[in-house]
């Protein structure tokens, strides 16, 4: 799909800069110029056009005056412009326009796996740079100018390394769902480092940032459009999340796929560190902080494979002030995935966190859980089914300076001193929690993202949610020399109990908001075939072979209550009320649902099933049909969006049938139910 700049611009940027975006100005780019890989004297400007420019980079120290210049193509990673093309194949339906390109010279071209055919991506290596120095540039198509002459088109150098002088990241994971969430939860740290007048040196993406299987046009939509303006001004630092994972792959070397197309990351050591060979995992130096990126998702994590190996020697070499892992699988959740549960982020716990913690790491980043929890400061815990507070705590304190005071480690690298683990995987996917994680000082349900400032000796993370308030702060000093301590009982968060209106099988369900672009399978108001007054017999009414001939047919919504419904039903008095809808729908290429999704108001509870097969549940405590148990009426009002779960397995090409059982609690006066059913692709 091929997007505006325009477009971009009066989403966005044109609310937070006030820019004066008019359509016959402005160039269309298919992806607007964003910052890559950075160093003391280094980065890269990468963009996407739709056909081939004659590509030039202009920049200078002043927003005028811009005598630096790139413009020679080249065809490695040295120098110049590297331009990479999407031509297509030649079984590949090409649109016309584009087939004249397919070139000899054009063919040699480094591939762009997955965008759009006629698509050039340019990632133009500015060389020569001073250090620690703010510049401003622009992108041209020969001789006319591309980008505004806006204050936004900048990028400072990094310091030398080794530099004491403060220094601001921001973190964030799990934001690429598009939704009104994501954009809060940016806006609120763009105000954030407003009022403060301290911009962002750098950031960190923790992952899942292209819902939902990271396809090109997702990560387009998603994350480029979403953070333009943090992306074109300063450099994002990713790690590769489980979304992305569905269409990227982190192979030695270039990994393929949307993901690897988009960024452009130190494997040779570029930046300081140790070289890694890989985009999969990396490091970098930033001033006097060392920052290492790992791939949770499809590398082997292992102690004796090649990323812990590594790892291993990248923090044998590193003598920075302060070391920073990230990753996207965290080693300590009980969010909307349990670490103790789940193989990947077990590992991470038990066979990285190790390695991590003797070479003296400080802060550990990661999303993936869409939640909020933030350490104690910790050293130890590695169990691979639990994860144990008790002598496992160096300090139980809150870490906030006007509170239990911050956490105190020894000056320099010392192994086991201590680490703050932090899952901020609150960008923007819908919030869930499964329990308490006995090391965590604050576990909160907020979308938000982390604002970390280090000055010298000092390192201070602070969670700011979508309003823009800071929900955490805790700060770090290290300083003298300070002996550890083991805490035998440390300080434990109370245990989380489920609010009463949830019932304990709703568990796997995910209630999230509704995806933005979505096609309907079963349209509102639609004719149902229904049962009231009885109940089925055997579950056969859920399936698909089933014959509800003599059942009576409607439209949705079905319920007797307060309000009209179209198809109005009585309360039989003395007696439960339920009622039993089917429906049969056509889907095809089911491989390439991302999600489908039941948009449903109700009351009291329901349980859905396709083909057969449960997949959604709400209200309703154990059982099905006239057998049901543990109705909780429903509390909220309102249209619900559950995303149905086990859709692969459920789902067939072809004909498939839908099907709905509502109860009402004993005590209810009405019973409802008016669902409809969308997929996204
Ligand atoms: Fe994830």
Redo the contacts with the bound molecule.
């Keep these: 799909m091929i997007r505006l700049f325009v477009m971009v611009l009066a989403a966005w940027a044109a609310g937070f800069y006030g820019l004066c975006a008019s359509s016959d100005s402005l160039p269309v780019f298919t992806r607007a110029p964003y910052l890559q890989f950075s160093t003391t004297n280094s980065i890269y400007v990468v963009w996407r056009n739709e056909g081939p420019i004659k590509p030039v980079v202009k920049f200078g120290k002043s927003l005028n005056r811009l005598p630096g210049e790139v413009s020679q193509i080249s065809d490695s990673t040295g120098t110049g412009i590297v331009v990479r093309a999407s031509l297509g194949t030649n079984s590949e339906t090409i649109p016309s326009k584009w087939r004249s390109l397919r070139t000899e010279e054009n063919l040699k071209l480094r591939k762009l796996h997955s965008a759009p055919v006629g698509t050039f991506q340019y990632e133009a290596r500015l060389v020569g740079l001073e250090t620690d120095t703010k510049y401003y540039y622009a992108v041209y198509d020969g001789k006319k100018r591309l980008t505004p002459a806006d204050e936004s088109y900048s990028f400072t150098t990094m310091p030398p390394v080794g530099t004491r002088r403060p220094i601001r990241f921001w973190s964030l994971g ?1 934001g690429g769902t598009g939704r009104r969430e994501q954009a809060e939860v940016f806006e609120a740290m763009l105000d954030v480092t407003k009022r403060e007048k301290r911009p962002l040196d750098l950031w960190l993406h923790l ?2 940032m292209a819902y939902g299987t990271g396809r090109d046009t997702e990560f387009q939509a998603r994350f480029f459009e979403s953070y333009d303006l943090a992306l074109r001004s300063s450099v994002c630092w990713p790690t590769m ?3 992305e994972g569905f269409t990227s792959k982190g192979n030695q070397g270039q990994g393929i796929g949307p993901y690897y197309d988009a960024y452009v990351v130190p494997r040779y050591a570029e930046a300081g560190g140790l070289a890694s060979g890989t985009e999969a995992y990396y490091s970098f130096n930033y001033a006097n902080i060392h920052f290492i990126c790992l791939d949770s998702h499809d590398q082997e994590r292992k102690p004796d494979k090649a990323m812990a190996k590594w790892l291993k020697a990248d923090l044998e070499k590193a003598k920075a002030d302060w070391q920073v892992a990230f990753f ?1 699988h965290p080693p300590y959740t009980k969010g909307s995935h349990d670490s103790d549960k789940e193989k990947d982020m077990a590992e991470m716990r038990q066979f990285l966190m190790p390695i991590i913690e003797s070479g003296g790491v400080d802060l550990v980043l990661a ?2 859980s869409h939640i909020y929890e933030r350490s104690m400061l910790i050293d130890g815990v590695y169990g691979a089914t639990n994860m144990v507070a008790e002598n496992n705590v160096l300090d139980d304190g809150d870490g906030d300076p006007d509170g239990d005071g911050p956490y105190r480690k020894s000056a320099g690298i010392h192994p086991h001193e201590g680490t703050v683990a932090i899952v901020a ?1 609150n960008a923007g996917a819908a919030m869930s929690r499964k329990g308490t994680v006995s090391i965590m000082k604050r576990t909160l349900t907020e979308y938000g993202s982390v604002i970390i400032d280090v000055d010298g000796d000092t390192m201070t993370g602070r969670m700011i949610n979508r309003t823009g308030k800071v929900r955490d702060l805790f700060s770090m000093v290290k300083r003298g020399k300070v002996d550890p301590v083991r805490l035998a009982l440390p300080w434990q968060p109370e245990e989380y109990k489920k609010t009463t209106n949830e019932v304990k099988s709703a568990d796997y369900l995910v209630q999230t908001a509704m995806p933005v672009d979505y096609k309907v399978v079963i349209p509102k108001n639609a004719e149902w075939q229904y049962l009231a007054g009885e109940d089925p017999k055997t579950m056969d009414w859920t399936r698909r072979d089933f014959d509800a001939s003599d059942w009576k047919r409607g439209k949705a919504g079905f319920g007797f209550g307060d309000e009209p419904f179209q198809t109005e039903l009585t309360k039989i008095r003395g007696k439960a009320s339920s009622i039993y809808l089917r429906r049969e729908f056509t889907v095809e290429q089911v491989d390439k649902i991302t999600e489908l999704g039941l948009v449903v108001n109700y009351s009291d509870g329901f349980i859905a099933y396709i083909n057969g097969r449960e997949v959604a549940r709400k209200g309703i405590g154990r059982s099905s049909g006239r057998n049901v148990q543990k109705i909780v009426p429903r509390e909220e009002a309102g249209a619900a969006y559950i995303a149905l779960k086990d859709l692969h397995k459920s789902l067939k090409d072809g004909v498939n049938v839908f099907t709905i059982e509502a109860h009402a609690a004993r005590e209810s006066l009405d019973l409802f139910v008016n669902p409809f059913l969308i997929l996204e692709d």
């Design positions: 799990d992952g899942d999340g489980n979304h996207h999303g993936h995987g």
